[in-house]
């Protein structure tokens, strides 16, 4: 198995065990960009998916992130989960997905999320939030009769891993940290000091 599959396998069974936690959204996680001059910013994102090919999240690409993620393409992700006394830090660049990936996950989502997503001009400013009820209400009435298309601007990302960290609180603070890293096309595993 390579590292990169090992790395992902512990990450899935974090997750599992994640998901059986009484928690509404195992899967959020702190999604950090930066601008053209390096500043950055942070969100809270719910990841859709991790596999071989990377970490998937879905968003407006026409926001402050997707702003960021145009001029500068790498993000970090960042998942704590308390009672599983476990961190765990993604490291890439990141890509668009297809619009047939896009596709596939819009026709999943429910119908207002769909509608709210046309309804929402994601990190622009507004003058009141009438203004976003009365869109909503505008795109609900246009697609009535539809199936609700996804708007171009709305997409997904993937993050492609150069690095995994897998962080787990132990007594003393002598934390365990075992860092998965890419260094030209080469996996390497390395213990850090907590
Ligand atoms: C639990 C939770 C889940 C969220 N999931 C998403 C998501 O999957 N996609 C998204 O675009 N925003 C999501 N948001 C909203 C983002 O945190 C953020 O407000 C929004 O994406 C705009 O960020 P930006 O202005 O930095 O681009 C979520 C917020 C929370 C608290």
Known sequence: MSLYTQALQR?????????HLPLTYP??????????????????????????????????????????????PHAALLFYWEALKTQVR?????EK???????????????????GAWASKQSQPIDSRKILEDRYEHFAHQFADSNVPRPAHWSGYRLIPQLIEFWEERPFRLHERVCYRK???QWTTTLLNP
């Open 27 to 72: 899967n959020a996680m702190t999604v950090a960009t930066a601008d053209a001059q390096g500043r950055p910013s942070a969100r809270i994102i719910l990841l859709k998916d991790a596999d071989a090919q990377g970490f998937v999240f879905y968003t407006n690409q026409q926001s402050r992130k997707g702003d960021d993620l145009s001029v500068n």
């Open 97 to 115: 997905v297809s619009d047939a990936e896009a596709d596939a996950y819009w026709r999943t989502r429910p119908l207002e999320s769909r509608i």
């Open 183 to 185: 260094q030209q096309d």
């Open 11 to 19: 990450f899935y069974t974090i997750m599992q065990q994640a998901k």
């Open 90 to 94: 993604v490291e890439g660049h990141v």
